[in-house]
Protein backbone atom coordinates (compact mmCIF):
# COMPACT_ATOMS: atom_id res chain seq x y z
CA UNK A 1 0.00 0.00 0.00
CA UNK A 2 1.40 3.56 -0.25
CA UNK A 3 1.50 5.76 2.20
CA UNK A 4 3.72 8.08 4.70
CA UNK A 5 4.91 6.21 7.75
CA UNK A 6 6.38 7.51 10.68
CA UNK A 7 8.00 5.57 13.38
CA UNK A 8 7.78 5.65 16.37
CA UNK A 9 4.46 6.10 17.86
CA UNK A 10 5.59 7.28 20.78
CA UNK A 11 9.06 8.35 22.02
CA UNK A 12 10.45 8.90 25.42
CA UNK A 13 13.26 11.67 25.74
CA UNK A 14 15.73 12.49 28.76
CA UNK A 15 16.30 16.23 28.99
CA UNK A 16 19.45 16.98 26.81
CA UNK A 17 19.25 13.98 24.45
CA UNK A 18 18.72 14.29 20.63
CA UNK A 19 16.11 11.62 19.25
CA UNK A 20 15.18 11.61 15.97
CA UNK A 21 11.85 10.90 14.43
CA UNK A 22 11.60 8.91 10.88
CA UNK A 23 9.01 9.60 8.32
CA UNK A 24 9.05 7.71 4.95
CA UNK A 25 6.69 8.15 2.01
CA UNK A 26 6.08 5.60 -1.12
CA UNK A 27 4.06 8.19 -2.38
CA UNK A 28 6.91 9.12 -4.81
CA UNK A 29 5.98 12.49 -3.38
CA UNK A 30 8.60 15.72 -4.00
CA UNK A 31 7.54 17.71 -1.29
CA UNK A 32 8.04 16.78 2.65
CA UNK A 33 6.74 18.59 5.77
CA UNK A 34 7.22 18.33 9.61
CA UNK A 35 4.65 20.12 11.69
CA UNK A 36 4.55 20.06 15.27
CA UNK A 37 0.69 20.43 16.72
CA UNK A 38 0.30 21.20 20.94
CA UNK A 39 -2.81 20.36 22.44
CA UNK A 40 -5.77 22.69 21.72
CA UNK A 41 -3.57 24.22 18.83
CA UNK A 42 -3.32 24.25 15.21
CA UNK A 43 -0.60 22.43 13.18
CA UNK A 44 3.01 24.44 13.21
CA UNK A 45 5.31 24.09 10.19
CA UNK A 46 8.84 23.35 11.47
CA UNK A 47 10.86 22.50 8.07
CA UNK A 48 10.12 21.42 4.82
CA UNK A 49 11.66 20.12 1.60
CA UNK A 50 10.58 20.90 -2.16
CA UNK A 51 13.36 18.49 -3.72
CA UNK A 52 16.07 15.97 -2.63
CA UNK A 53 18.98 17.72 -1.03
CA UNK A 54 17.12 21.01 -0.41
CA UNK A 55 14.75 22.22 2.87
CA UNK A 56 13.85 24.98 4.38
CA UNK A 57 12.68 26.02 7.70
CA UNK A 58 9.65 27.05 8.78
CA UNK A 59 8.23 29.00 11.24
CA UNK A 60 9.53 27.15 14.45
CA UNK A 61 12.34 25.60 13.09
CA UNK A 62 15.15 26.45 15.94
CA UNK A 63 15.82 23.19 17.90
CA UNK A 64 15.32 20.99 15.15
CA UNK A 65 17.18 19.80 12.06
CA UNK A 66 16.01 17.80 9.17
CA UNK A 67 18.04 15.74 6.50
CA UNK A 68 16.44 14.90 2.81
CA UNK A 69 19.21 12.58 1.15
CA UNK A 70 16.30 10.45 -0.35
CA UNK A 71 13.51 11.55 -1.93
CA UNK A 72 11.67 9.27 0.21
CA UNK A 73 12.64 10.03 3.32
CA UNK A 74 12.61 12.71 5.62
CA UNK A 75 13.76 12.48 9.21
CA UNK A 76 13.51 14.55 12.09
CA UNK A 77 16.04 15.60 14.76
CA UNK A 78 15.14 17.07 17.57
CA UNK A 79 17.70 18.24 19.46
CA UNK A 80 18.54 19.64 23.58
CA UNK A 81 18.21 22.95 21.68
CA UNK A 82 14.92 22.32 21.44
CA UNK A 83 13.58 23.80 24.98
CA UNK A 84 10.44 22.53 25.30
CA UNK A 85 10.09 19.32 22.79
CA UNK A 86 7.14 17.21 24.09
CA UNK A 87 4.51 17.53 21.29
CA UNK A 88 2.80 15.43 18.28
CA UNK A 89 5.10 15.60 15.49
CA UNK A 90 3.24 15.21 11.81
CA UNK A 91 4.70 14.43 9.01
CA UNK A 92 3.64 14.95 5.45
CA UNK A 93 4.18 14.66 1.87
CA UNK A 94 2.88 16.28 -1.40
CA UNK A 95 3.18 15.87 -5.13
CA UNK A 96 4.59 19.45 -4.37
CA UNK A 97 2.76 21.33 -7.37
CA UNK A 98 0.58 23.80 -6.27
CA UNK A 99 -3.12 23.15 -5.44
CA UNK A 100 -2.60 19.91 -4.49
CA UNK A 101 -3.07 18.18 -0.91
CA UNK A 102 -0.80 17.20 1.51
CA UNK A 103 -0.83 13.49 3.08
CA UNK A 104 0.31 12.98 6.67
CA UNK A 105 1.36 10.41 8.49
CA UNK A 106 -0.03 9.01 11.30
CA UNK A 107 2.21 11.13 14.31
CA UNK A 108 5.01 10.62 17.03
CA UNK A 109 4.17 11.78 20.46
CA UNK A 110 7.29 12.71 21.90
CA UNK A 111 7.61 13.16 25.32
CA UNK A 112 10.65 14.13 27.96
CA UNK A 113 11.32 12.51 31.11
CA UNK B 1 2.35 36.88 7.59
CA UNK B 2 -0.41 34.57 6.38
CA UNK B 3 -2.67 32.91 8.39
CA UNK B 4 -5.62 30.72 8.85
CA UNK B 5 -7.29 30.67 11.83
CA UNK B 6 -11.19 29.50 13.16
CA UNK B 7 -13.84 31.20 14.33
CA UNK B 8 -15.20 28.48 17.13
CA UNK B 9 -12.67 26.17 19.51
CA UNK B 10 -15.98 23.48 20.09
CA UNK B 11 -18.96 22.66 18.66
CA UNK B 12 -21.85 20.50 19.37
CA UNK B 13 -24.76 19.04 17.10
CA UNK B 14 -27.20 16.49 17.37
CA UNK B 15 -26.86 13.13 15.00
CA UNK B 16 -28.82 13.56 12.09
CA UNK B 17 -28.32 17.48 11.70
CA UNK B 18 -26.23 19.32 9.96
CA UNK B 19 -22.96 20.86 11.20
CA UNK B 20 -21.32 24.64 9.75
CA UNK B 21 -17.08 24.94 10.65
CA UNK B 22 -15.99 28.08 9.91
CA UNK B 23 -12.65 29.68 8.72
CA UNK B 24 -11.26 32.91 8.34
CA UNK B 25 -7.75 33.41 6.83
CA UNK B 26 -5.45 36.75 6.38
CA UNK B 27 -4.03 35.83 2.94
CA UNK B 28 -5.80 37.53 0.04
CA UNK B 29 -2.73 35.62 -2.76
CA UNK B 30 -3.77 32.19 -1.18
CA UNK B 31 -5.33 30.43 -4.04
CA UNK B 32 -6.35 26.55 -2.64
CA UNK B 33 -7.37 25.81 0.74
CA UNK B 34 -8.22 22.02 2.44
CA UNK B 35 -10.16 21.09 4.60
CA UNK B 36 -8.75 18.05 7.23
CA UNK B 37 -10.29 15.87 9.58
CA UNK B 38 -7.88 14.11 12.72
CA UNK B 39 -9.49 12.15 15.23
CA UNK B 40 -7.40 11.28 18.84
CA UNK B 41 -4.20 10.52 18.37
CA UNK B 42 -4.05 10.17 14.41
CA UNK B 43 -2.90 12.45 11.68
CA UNK B 44 -4.90 14.70 9.49
CA UNK B 45 -6.94 13.09 6.66
CA UNK B 46 -7.76 15.40 3.59
CA UNK B 47 -11.88 16.20 3.40
CA UNK B 48 -12.45 17.90 0.43
CA UNK B 49 -10.58 20.85 -1.44
CA UNK B 50 -11.36 24.42 -3.33
CA UNK B 51 -9.33 26.19 -5.21
CA UNK B 52 -9.89 30.34 -5.64
CA UNK B 53 -11.41 30.48 -8.67
CA UNK B 54 -14.66 28.29 -7.38
CA UNK B 55 -17.16 29.40 -4.47
CA UNK B 56 -18.35 25.88 -3.68
CA UNK B 57 -17.66 22.32 -4.34
CA UNK B 58 -19.50 19.19 -3.01
CA UNK B 59 -18.43 15.89 -2.05
CA UNK B 60 -19.88 12.89 -0.03
CA UNK B 61 -22.10 14.54 2.63
CA UNK B 62 -19.83 17.22 2.75
CA UNK B 63 -19.56 21.12 0.67
CA UNK B 64 -17.07 23.76 1.29
CA UNK B 65 -18.09 27.47 0.56
CA UNK B 66 -15.49 30.06 0.03
CA UNK B 67 -16.30 33.47 -0.06
CA UNK B 68 -13.10 35.53 -0.98
CA UNK B 69 -14.64 38.64 -0.85
CA UNK B 70 -14.68 38.48 3.02
CA UNK B 71 -11.58 35.67 2.88
CA UNK B 72 -13.74 33.04 4.48
CA UNK B 73 -14.93 29.20 4.10
CA UNK B 74 -17.01 27.12 5.72
CA UNK B 75 -17.27 23.27 5.81
CA UNK B 76 -20.86 21.62 6.21
CA UNK B 77 -21.69 18.39 6.77
CA UNK B 78 -24.79 16.94 6.18
CA UNK B 79 -26.55 14.81 8.22
CA UNK B 80 -24.26 14.44 11.29
CA UNK B 81 -22.86 11.20 12.53
CA UNK B 82 -20.92 9.98 15.48
CA UNK B 83 -18.28 9.23 13.44
CA UNK B 84 -18.02 12.47 12.16
CA UNK B 85 -16.82 13.34 15.84
CA UNK B 86 -12.90 14.56 15.08
CA UNK B 87 -11.18 18.15 15.73
CA UNK B 88 -11.38 19.84 11.47
CA UNK B 89 -8.82 22.21 10.36
CA UNK B 90 -8.79 24.16 7.40
CA UNK B 91 -5.67 24.74 5.69
CA UNK B 92 -4.62 27.30 3.00
CA UNK B 93 -1.88 27.22 0.70
CA UNK B 94 0.91 29.59 0.53
CA UNK B 95 0.85 31.30 -2.74
CA UNK B 96 5.15 31.55 -2.80
CA UNK B 97 5.41 27.44 -3.06
CA UNK B 98 4.19 24.60 -1.34
CA UNK B 99 3.08 25.10 2.41
CA UNK B 100 0.59 24.62 4.18
CA UNK B 101 -1.05 27.11 7.21
CA UNK B 102 -3.27 25.58 9.69
CA UNK B 103 -6.14 26.94 12.05
CA UNK B 104 -6.28 26.30 15.02
CA UNK B 105 -9.14 23.46 14.52
CA UNK B 106 -12.48 23.30 15.58
CA UNK B 107 -13.46 20.42 17.67
CA UNK B 108 -16.87 18.60 16.58
CA UNK B 109 -18.86 16.86 18.88
CA UNK B 110 -21.88 14.77 17.69
CA UNK B 111 -24.31 13.91 20.30
CA UNK B 112 -26.58 10.55 19.88
Known amino acids: DGGITQSPKYLFRKEGQNVTLSCEQNLNHDAMYWYRQDPGQGLRLIYY???????QKGDIAEGYSVSREKKESFPLTVTSAQKNPTAFYLCASSIGDQNTEAFFGQGTRLTVV | GESVGLHLPTLSVQEGDNSIINCAYSNSASDYFIWYKQESGKGPQFIIDIRSNMDKRQGQRVTVLLNKTVKHLSLQIAATQPGDSAVYFCAGASNTGNQFYFGTGTSLTVIP
Open chain 1, 49 to 55: SQIVNDF
